[in-house]
């Protein structure tokens, strides 16, 4: 069993340039170390800003007719339910559904985890443009 977990290893014998390639990056990882070091200090600061400008703000209630307002927002209301976004019929079932002021979207900026995730999610260019919509929809140009 032993031997068998090493056979992966075989690929340096097989080619030697790879025992360059991984001996570079084994070099190279104090470097890369402290670059995600930093990148972890500046976002935990931006995290920070984002708490204290935007923390609480994302949240709405789920029922259109009370979108900003949290002291109505209480209840039950009927909901349509869609099973596509085509709308081809003109009798769609409903569903009585509780009124919730809560956070909608799969992000917030209500503590600093959530927050750095958020932050994290615009650092990698993977759905910042609805980051950015929603904010501005919320908190305004």
Partial sequence: ????????????????????????????????LLVSILLIVLMFMFAIYGVQIIGGRLTRCNDIAFFNDQKSC???????????????SNDDPVML?????????NFNFDNIGSAMLALFEVLSLEGWLDIRDIIMERMGP
Avoid at 11 to 30: A, S, T
């Fill in 74 to 88: 209480h209840g039950t209301f009927w909901r349509k339910l869609y099973v596509s976004k085509m709308n081809v």
């Fill in 1 to 32: 069993m032993l031997l068998r977990s090493t056979r992966p290893l075989r690929i340096f014998i097989l080619i030697p340039d790879m025992r360059n390639v991984v001996y570079e990056v084994c070099r190279g990882f104090k470097e890369i």
């Fill in 97 to 105: 559904v509780p009124r919730v002021w809560a956070n909608p979207h």
